[in-house]
């Protein structure tokens, strides 16, 4: 079984406006992250936003905030005031069980590809 | 310089030659990832390394050979490749405790496998 899904192969959104990538979650480790990505045609995976199981607010980073719902194992990222630079694929990933420090083992979904249109 | 930085960017390599992949990271970290991305498919974890000891082999062909000689350098040895190998390898790196988890990518070597 998939430990992440991401339903959406491909979304498109204009720009100034907001966006839902959406990402649900399978485990049964009670502690567990919850990581997005962007990565840009060039290649590289930036890091954008983390969700830890026992946070008690939704994590928030500028444009960037993660809509967390535990009971529905849902991690969607939203994307506010959308801009031509938003156009990549994102990728939601876990960590299951706490952090190690140090030997970290991600699981990523198959990524969203986002297009922003002028 | 950039946190994470690999070498090449692109490769083009037949399947009998023998090649290698740099990867350098100067955060200070201890972990370093080696990630295969082919097209349309997960991320796929192929080798950690942490405090330059392997501690994931995640079932990867020997026709893959990863060396950690210090904590800022990760390589991948590349040899007799199938033309399904070819793909964007990732390396990333991630700090020690107090941590989320993070990992922090370089922008990958795209190889092509002929």
């Known amino acids: 079984a998939q430990k992440i899904t991401q339903t959406q192969p491909g979304m498109f959104v204009q720009e100034k406006e907001a966006v839902t990538l959406d990402c649900t979650y399978d485990?049964?480790?009670?502690?567990?992250?919850l990581f997005w990505y962007k990565q840009p045609s060039s290649g590289e995976m930036i890091f954008l936003i983390y969700?830890?199981?026992?946070?008690?607010q939704n994590a928030t980073e500028g444009r960037y905030s993660l809509n967390f719902q535990k009971a529905r194992k849902s991690a969607n990222l939203v994307i506010s005031a959308s801009q031509l630079g938003d156009s990549a694929m994102y990728f939601c990933a876990m960590r299951e069980g706490r952090a190690e420090g140090g030997s970290e083992k991600l699981v990523f979904g198959k990524g969203t590809k986002l297009t922003v249109n002028p | 310089e950039t946190g994470v930085t690999q070498t090449p960017r692109h490769l083009v390599m037949g399947m009998t030659n023998k090649k290698s992949l740099k990867c350098e990271q100067h955060?200070?970290?201890?972990?370093m990832y080696w990630y295969k991305q082919s097209a349309k498919k997960p991320l796929e974890l192929m080798f950690v390394y942490s405090l330059e000891e392997r501690v994931e082999n995640n079932s990867v062909p020997s026709r893959f050979s990863p060396e950690c000689p210090n904590s800022s350098h990760l390589f991948l040895h590349l040899h007799t490749l199938q033309p399904e190998d070819s793909a964007l390898y990732l390396c990333a790196s991630s700090q020690t405790s107090p941590s989320t988890g993070e990992l922090f990518f370089g922008e990958g070597s795209r190889l092509t496998v002929l």
């Open positions: 969700q830890g199981s026992y946070d008690q």
């Open positions: 955060l200070g970290h201890n972990a």
């Open positions: 485990t049964s480790d009670p502690s567990y992250g």
